[in-house]
T-cell receptor, first 114, second 113 residues
Framework: NAGVTQTPKFQVLKTGQSMTLQCAQD?????MYWYRQDPGMGLRLIYY???????DKGEVPNGYNVSRLNKREFSLRLESAAPSQTSVYFC?????????????FGEGSRLTVL | GNSVTQMEGPVTLSEEAFLTINCTYT??????LFWYVQYPGEGLQLLLK?????DKGSNKGFEATYRKETTSFHLEKGSVQVSDSAVYFC????????????FGAGTQVVVTP
């Protein structure tokens, strides 16, 4: 059982470069999320998708865009990377907004912006 | 707005010691409360949860009780093992948050043999 799969696991970018983080889940979940994890700040929500076809901003959306490609896939794009976006990014999924609160996380993508 | 405050780490313990990680919250209404755990190199996974006041969540020897009067959800384990070394996150979800979790900063726990 793959669960939530993120790619790439590691990436180094130069300031101004663009990239897309890919995420796919095989649990038939309705909702998907992108969080970033920074030391001392826990996880902060970047964007989420409550269901296929919808996306909404979270706590820290600036500098990011997302696409809910289909029910399985939810990608995060950095159009012009900045050093402040150096972080570990986690994709997560859940059954839906009326859920139990259980999110299933991928293993994370460590991004360094020089 | 909603917020979660956890005790700072790292917390270093010897094997078989008692563990407590404090968590307090601020939220409107009646949130559900969670503890997530992140083992080295992995994503977070749900450890336990409580959805209403006085509920006790438990799993893998860990327990936490939802205390509305003190707005707290402290995590405890009576006898830790080296394998419990991880980062622990307290989190809350309100009924109007559309399934989104608000996380605390995390507390690193290191258990030595």
């Amino acid at each position: 059982n793959a669960g939530v799969t993120q790619t790439p696991k590691f990436q180094v970018l130069k300031t101004g470069q663009s990239m897309t983080l890919q995420c796919a889940q095989d649990m038939n979940h309705n909702s998907m999320y992108w969080y970033r994890q920074d030391p001392g700040m826990g996880l902060r929500l970047i964007y989420y998708s409550a269901s296929e076809g919808t996306t909404d901003k979270g706590e820290v959306p600036n500098g990011y865009n997302v696409s809910r490609l289909n029910k399985r896939e939810f990608s995060l794009r950095l159009e012009s990377a900045a050093p402040s976006q150096t972080s570990v990014y986690f994709c997560a999924s859940s059954a839906g907004q009326h859920l139990t609160g259980e999110l299933f996380f991928g293993e994370g993508s460590r991004l360094t912006v020089l | 707005g909603n917020s979660v405050t956890q005790m700072e780490g790292p917390v270093t313990l010897s094997e078989e010691a008692f563990l407590t990680i404090n968590c307090t919250y601020t939220a409107t209404g009646y949130p559900s409360l969670f503890w997530y755990v992140q083992y080295p190199g992995e994503g977070l996974q749900l450890l336990l949860k409580a959805t209403k006041a006085d509920d006790k969540g438990s799993n893998k020897g860990f327990e936490a009780t939802y205390r509305k009067e003190t707005t707290s959800f402290h995590l405890e384990k009576g006898s830790v093992q080296v394998s419990d070394s991880a980062v622990y996150f307290c989190a809350l979800m309100t009924t109007d948050s559309w399934g989104k979790l608000q996380f605390g900063a995390g507390t690193q726990v290191v258990v030595t043999p």
